[in-house]
């Protein structure tokens, strides 16, 4: 079975753009999260979507958005990029919401100039 | 707030010793998962506890949990090389749905 997916792996974008990350769930997988790493704040939870609907929401900016499609799919998208963005983004997928392992994909590493 | 504290966030151990890595946190949950990570890859998950009480150990790896206690060890057996890693504690609160609130890190390295 094939584990999740995100695409692209590596990104460099200049402050003030805006950047699209994607993550493909497992299989049959119907949760997906996401999750920003940096050196500095450790691993901090983004959002997570469940049938389409964002379920849950950390404390970032609006600035920061997703979406999720009818195939569970998931988008990520940064705003206004600015040099704390910076990060190692992480998705996650577990089957249905609750208690489920989350499995994450191999992420999307960010470098804002 | 959920707040998760590891300890140590680094340790350094030779091969063959003992070990454990502690989490606590601050809100009741039964739910705690811990992962491991390389420097440069992503997260791969080692344990789930979904109760009070609950044990798993996989090889040298062995983790529990004790909810009233709001703890979670990691113990690690007679350790080698290949253990080398970060490893995360990481707590979903169970109010809703899945949002992990992950631990610091455990800096593990484990010299020959």
């Known amino acids: 079975k094939a584990g999740v997916t995100q695409t692209p792996r590596y990104l460099i974008k200049t402050r003030g753009q805006q950047v699209t990350l994607s993550c493909s769930p497992i299989?049959?997988?119907?949760?997906v999260s996401w999750y920003q790493q940096t050196p500095g704040q450790g691993l901090q939870f983004l959002f997570e979507y469940f049938s389409e609907t964002q379920r849950n929401k950390g404390n970032f900016p609006g600035r920061f958005s997703g979406r999720q499609f009818s195939n569970s799919r998931s988008e990520m998208n940064v705003s206004t990029l600015e040099l704390g963005d910076s990060a190692l983004y992480l998705c996650?997928?577990?089957?249905?919401?609750?208690?489920?392992?989350?499995?994450f994909g191999p992420g999307t590493r960010l470098t804002v100039t | 707030e959920l707040k998760v504290e590891q300890n140590p966030l680094f340790l350094s151990m030779q091969e063959g010793k003992n070990y454990t890595i502690y989490c606590n946190y601050s809100t009741t949950s039964d739910r705690l998962y811990w992962y491991r990570q390389d420097p440069g890859k992503s997260l791969e998950s080692l344990f789930v506890?979904?109760?009070?009480?609950a044990v798993k150990q996989e090889g040298r790896l062995m983790a529990s949990l004790d909810t009233k206690a709001r703890l979670s060890t990691l113990h690690i057996t007679a350790a080698v090389h290949d253990l080398s890693a970060t490893y995360f504690c990481a707590v979903d609160p169970g109010t809703s749905g899945s949002r992990l609130t992950f631990g610091e890190g455990t800096q593990l390295t484990v010299n020959p």
């Open positions: 299989s049959g997988h119907r949760s």
């Open positions: 506890l979904l109760s009070n009480g």
């Open positions: 996650a997928s577990s089957l249905v919401r609750g208690r489920y392992e989350q499995y």
